[in-house]
């Protein structure tokens, strides 16, 4: 997430601009979705962030010291939630790429081979996660020490509390396939998995 300073002492956090204009998804994700879940939900929570923050000596730091900063901290919960869902869903936007899905850049697929068995295999992984992963939630491509893992999270939690480098994203709550899937949350991460993923940004996150 982008800080803009402001003054010497304060940040405001910006919500960081869509990689792609609001259609280049369609029809896997109808530009439809996409304003509402990037024009309402990310933004959301951008703004909640700045407001409860106001003011406070946290306005001085990054989006990341923030949630490191609140995480499990009971008095916190509000500042954590929308901190990481402003994390959460810009590394989301940058998962997805209008010409996704196909192979992963050769390095990448080495080693989802070494850690899955094969690129299928991983693919079926992160579906499988995706639907059993109840309620709202995320799932994640993550490397753990030395390991390609499939990771899901509730709500607003993040592999970045976890010692984990996320690699790449899928947002599985509702919001992300509503209004295009219903109530399929498999046909939608399929859909994102075959048309929309995007390996590069795993494969420059693995560097
Ligand atoms: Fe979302």
């Known amino acids: ?11 405001l956090h910006v919500q960081w601009p869509l990689p ?24 959301g929570y951008v703004d909640a962030l ?3 923050i106001a003011g406070t000596e946290l306005t001085m730091l990054s989006l990341e010291e923030l949630i490191a900063e609140t995480a499990g901290d009971p008095a ?3 500042i954590f939630n929308n901190a990481a869902q402003s994390w959460n869903h810009a590394f989301y936007w940058r998962s997805l790429r209008p010409k996704g899905g196909g192979e992963p ?3 990448l697929k080495q080693r989802i081979e070494a850690s899955f068995g ?11 996660a995706a639907t059993s992963q109840f309620g709202s939630g995320w799932v994640w491509l993550v490397l753990d020490a030395d390991e390609l893992k499939v990771i899901r999270t509730s709500n607003a ?5 976890m010692r984990m480098k996320p690699l790449l994203a899928i947002d599985v709550w509702e919001h992300a396939y509503y209004l295009d899937y219903q109530n399929s949350r498999l046909d939608y991460v399929n859909a994102v998995l075959d048309n929309k993923i995007n ?9």
């Open 20 to 43: 792609y204009a609001t259609n280049a998804l369609d029809p896997t994700i109808s530009a439809a979705t996409i304003a509402v879940h990037y024009g309402k939900h990310h933004k």
């Open 199 to 207: 390996w590069g940004f795993a494969a420059t996150n693995l560097e």
């Open 50 to 52: 700045n407001e409860l």
């Open 76 to 78: 916190s919960v509000a």
């Open 105 to 107: 850049p050769l390095a």
């Open 1 to 11: 997430m982008l800080s803009l300073d402001l003054n010497e002492t304060t940040m």
């Open 118 to 128: 094969s690129l299928d295999a991983c693919k079926k992984k992160l579906a499988a």
């Open 157 to 161: 939690e993040t592999p970045l509390t």
